[in-house]
Protein backbone atom coordinates (compact mmCIF):
# COMPACT_ATOMS: atom_id res chain seq x y z
CA UNK A 1 0.00 0.00 0.00
CA UNK A 2 1.23 3.57 -1.01
CA UNK A 3 -0.01 6.82 -0.04
CA UNK A 4 -0.24 10.32 -0.91
CA UNK A 5 0.67 12.93 1.32
CA UNK A 6 -1.65 16.20 2.03
CA UNK A 7 -1.85 18.02 -1.42
CA UNK A 8 0.84 16.03 -2.93
CA UNK A 9 -0.11 14.30 -6.47
CA UNK A 10 -3.33 12.69 -6.12
CA UNK A 11 -4.15 13.96 -3.07
CA UNK A 12 -6.96 16.72 -2.63
CA UNK A 13 -5.93 20.26 -2.74
CA UNK A 14 -5.00 21.24 0.67
CA UNK A 15 -7.68 24.50 1.52
CA UNK A 16 -5.68 27.72 1.52
CA UNK A 17 -6.35 28.88 4.31
CA UNK A 18 -5.49 25.54 6.43
CA UNK A 19 -2.13 25.07 7.35
CA UNK A 20 -0.49 21.43 7.46
CA UNK A 21 2.76 20.72 8.68
CA UNK A 22 4.86 17.12 9.42
CA UNK A 23 2.84 16.47 12.53
CA UNK A 24 -0.72 16.21 10.32
CA UNK A 25 1.03 14.09 8.08
CA UNK A 26 2.52 11.42 10.42
CA UNK A 27 -1.17 11.61 12.17
CA UNK A 28 -2.33 10.97 8.71
CA UNK A 29 -0.07 7.58 8.97
CA UNK A 30 -0.96 6.61 12.14
CA UNK A 31 -5.09 7.14 11.26
CA UNK A 32 -4.47 4.62 8.30
CA UNK A 33 -3.05 1.72 10.31
CA UNK A 34 -5.59 1.87 12.64
CA UNK A 35 -8.33 2.31 10.07
CA UNK A 36 -7.08 -0.91 8.62
CA UNK A 37 -6.26 -2.90 11.55
CA UNK A 38 -2.79 -2.93 11.18
CA UNK A 39 -1.08 -4.32 14.85
CA UNK A 40 2.65 -3.82 13.35
CA UNK A 41 4.17 -2.76 9.97
CA UNK A 42 7.30 -2.28 7.95
CA UNK A 43 7.52 1.22 6.85
CA UNK A 44 8.62 2.56 3.27
CA UNK A 45 9.88 6.06 3.21
CA UNK A 46 10.99 7.60 -0.84
CA UNK A 47 12.46 11.01 -0.88
CA UNK A 48 10.68 13.15 1.72
CA UNK A 49 8.85 9.68 2.62
CA UNK A 50 11.95 8.42 4.11
CA UNK A 51 12.54 11.54 6.14
CA UNK A 52 8.14 11.03 7.59
CA UNK A 53 8.75 7.11 7.76
CA UNK A 54 12.10 8.44 10.26
CA UNK A 55 9.59 10.64 12.16
CA UNK A 56 6.74 8.50 12.36
CA UNK A 57 9.10 5.32 13.63
CA UNK A 58 10.14 7.79 16.29
CA UNK A 59 6.35 9.18 17.23
CA UNK A 60 4.75 5.56 16.67
CA UNK A 61 7.95 2.56 17.70
CA UNK A 62 5.67 0.13 18.71
CA UNK A 63 3.81 -0.26 15.52
CA UNK A 64 7.15 -0.45 13.39
CA UNK A 65 8.83 -3.73 12.66
CA UNK A 66 11.20 -2.24 9.85
CA UNK A 67 12.18 0.87 8.29
CA UNK A 68 12.84 0.85 4.43
CA UNK A 69 14.70 4.28 3.28
CA UNK A 70 14.77 4.39 -0.39
CA UNK A 71 16.32 7.33 -1.97
CA UNK A 72 15.79 9.53 1.29
CA UNK A 73 15.74 12.89 1.83
CA UNK A 74 16.91 13.46 5.25
CA UNK A 75 18.23 17.60 4.96
CA UNK A 76 14.88 19.16 4.19
CA UNK A 77 16.53 22.50 3.00
CA UNK A 78 18.39 21.02 0.40
CA UNK A 79 15.19 19.07 -1.05
CA UNK A 80 13.19 22.29 -0.86
CA UNK A 81 16.25 24.32 -2.55
CA UNK A 82 16.12 21.32 -5.48
CA UNK A 83 12.39 21.69 -5.95
CA UNK A 84 12.68 25.59 -5.79
CA UNK A 85 15.05 25.49 -8.53
CA UNK A 86 12.74 23.39 -10.67
CA UNK A 87 10.25 25.91 -9.95
CA UNK A 88 12.50 29.03 -11.42
CA UNK A 89 12.92 26.72 -14.40
CA UNK A 90 9.54 26.32 -14.76
CA UNK A 91 8.77 30.08 -14.14
CA UNK A 92 11.50 31.44 -16.71
CA UNK A 93 9.66 29.37 -19.26
CA UNK A 94 6.63 31.64 -18.36
CA UNK A 95 8.40 34.77 -18.64
CA UNK A 96 6.83 35.31 -14.60
CA UNK A 97 9.92 37.53 -13.42
CA UNK A 98 8.20 39.40 -10.64
CA UNK A 99 8.90 35.36 -9.02
CA UNK A 100 12.25 34.74 -9.95
CA UNK A 101 13.83 37.58 -8.10
CA UNK A 102 11.93 36.28 -5.15
CA UNK A 103 12.78 32.94 -5.43
CA UNK A 104 16.06 32.79 -6.57
CA UNK A 105 17.65 34.42 -3.81
CA UNK A 106 16.40 31.55 -1.52
CA UNK A 107 19.27 29.75 -3.50
CA UNK A 108 22.37 31.67 -2.12
CA UNK A 109 22.54 29.32 1.39
CA UNK A 110 21.62 32.10 3.32
CA UNK A 111 17.85 31.07 4.60
CA UNK A 112 17.02 28.68 6.90
CA UNK A 113 15.45 25.53 5.93
CA UNK A 114 11.95 26.86 7.41
CA UNK A 115 12.19 29.55 5.17
CA UNK A 116 12.85 27.78 2.15
CA UNK A 117 9.79 25.25 2.83
CA UNK A 118 7.64 28.72 3.40
CA UNK A 119 8.59 29.80 0.21
CA UNK A 120 8.14 26.39 -1.77
CA UNK A 121 4.15 26.93 0.04
CA UNK A 122 4.16 29.86 -1.78
CA UNK A 123 5.24 28.17 -5.34
CA UNK A 124 3.04 25.38 -4.38
CA UNK A 125 0.22 28.07 -4.20
CA UNK A 126 1.42 29.24 -7.62
CA UNK A 127 1.43 26.34 -9.34
CA UNK A 128 -1.20 23.72 -9.71
CA UNK A 129 -1.94 20.58 -11.20
CA UNK A 130 0.42 19.04 -13.67
CA UNK A 131 2.92 22.21 -13.21
CA UNK A 132 3.22 21.36 -9.36
CA UNK A 133 3.84 17.99 -10.85
CA UNK A 134 6.79 18.95 -12.72
CA UNK A 135 8.66 20.12 -10.05
CA UNK A 136 9.26 16.10 -8.64
CA UNK A 137 9.07 14.79 -12.35
CA UNK A 138 12.39 15.19 -14.45
CA UNK A 139 12.26 12.92 -17.25
CA UNK A 140 8.23 12.65 -17.61
CA UNK A 141 5.87 14.46 -17.99
CA UNK A 142 2.40 14.42 -15.45
CA UNK A 143 0.11 12.86 -18.16
CA UNK A 144 2.86 10.12 -19.20
CA UNK A 145 3.12 9.06 -15.02
CA UNK A 146 -0.84 9.13 -15.00
CA UNK A 147 -1.30 6.98 -18.17
CA UNK A 148 1.40 4.60 -16.64
CA UNK A 149 -0.23 4.38 -13.05
CA UNK A 150 -3.57 3.93 -15.20
CA UNK A 151 -1.81 1.07 -16.85
CA UNK A 152 -0.51 -0.62 -13.97
CA UNK A 153 -3.69 -0.44 -12.16
CA UNK A 154 -6.03 -2.03 -14.83
CA UNK A 155 -3.37 -4.36 -15.91
Not at 53 to 73: R, T
Request: charged content about 30%; aromatic content about 10%.
Amino acid sequence: MAIDQRGVLRSDAIDKNKDVGLKDIIADCEAIRIELGIQEWVVLGHSFGGYLAMKYAYEYPNFVKKVIYEAPSFDLGLSAKSLIKNAISLLEKESKMNYLTEYTRYMDGSSSSKEIWKALGNIYKELSGEKKDKLYLKSLEPCELNHISKFRRNG
